[in-house]
């Protein structure tokens, strides 16, 4: 019988027949898997509460003609209980896993998986704000996907910096001899923190006023949807700092 085992995020499930689910995930292993889930929706399910979205699994699968089939399944991080109790963290949770499923549509390496499990473990035990984390995750998404944005260097010509003036389209900071007319300006602590963010540098991330964080969690969303092509729903519903 052709099957594998591997470890796994599941990003989001629907709803199949009277009993099933197809799972989607992304694996350490597989790149994204989607699997169906036989009668985890009937009561008596043996795996249907460790198949829901935010978990991470162990999981072992049937390789079928379409989709694959989800044999066994144990639970390896329990993230989604304390997520989906506090909204805050809930909507930053549904945020990231959609740019997850979206940045991993043609492609999903171990990068991804580990990146994606460690912001949900992040988010689930609350060690930072969640929007911060979710901005983070977003950061260093796209830059593991080849969409690293640049906030000291010129992205296009790459003049040393500081540079004020911030392109989404041409990557990220850019000289003033390059800068479009009407490009956003951003001041040192905001390009400071947005630098922060992506480094995983939470000491100096936490430390930003919230003015700063709210002008910053902008330039994510702008730049994310860019390079998404298409708006990420997710993020209309996400609790923010107010400036």
Request: with cysteine.
């Amino acid at each position: 019988m052709p099957t594998y085992r591997d470890e796994a995020v599941v990003l989001r499930t629907h709803k199949l027949g009277e009993a099933d689910r197809i799972v989607t995930m992304i694996s350490r292993q597989h790149g994204k898997i989607r699997a169906v889930a036989k009668g985890v929706r009937r009561t008596g399910s043996r795996f249907g509460s460790r198949l829901e979205p935010f978990m991470v699994v162990d999981a072992q699968f049937y390789v079928g003609r379409s989709l694959d089939i989800v044999q066994q399944a144990e639970s390896i991080g329990s993230y989604g209980a304390d997520i989906v109790d506090d909204y805050a963290r809930f909507t930053a949770a549904n945020a990231i896993v959609e740019a997850a499923d979206r940045l991993t549509e043609h492609e999903s390496g171990l990068q991804h998986y580990l990146l994606l499990v460690g912001a949900l473990r992040s988010l689930s035990r609350g060690e930072h704000p969640p929007g911060m984390t979710l901005d983070s995750y977003l950061l260093r998404a796209l830059s593991i996907a080849g969409w690293a944005p640049s906030f000291v260097d010129c992205a296009v010509t790459g003049a040393s910096g500081p540079h004020s003036a911030f392109v989404p389209q041409l990557g990220g900071v850019v000289a003033d001899a390059v800068a479009p007319p009407g490009a956003v300006r951003l001041d040192p602590a905001t390009l400071s923190l947005l630098g922060a963010l992506l480094a995983g540098d939470w000491a100096a991330a936490e430390d930003s006023a919230d003015r700063t964080q709210a002008q910053a969690s902008g330039i994510v969303a702008a730049y994310t949807q860019f390079h998404l092509e298409r708006g990420l729903r997710s993020l209309e519903h996400v609790e923010r700092t107010t400036a």
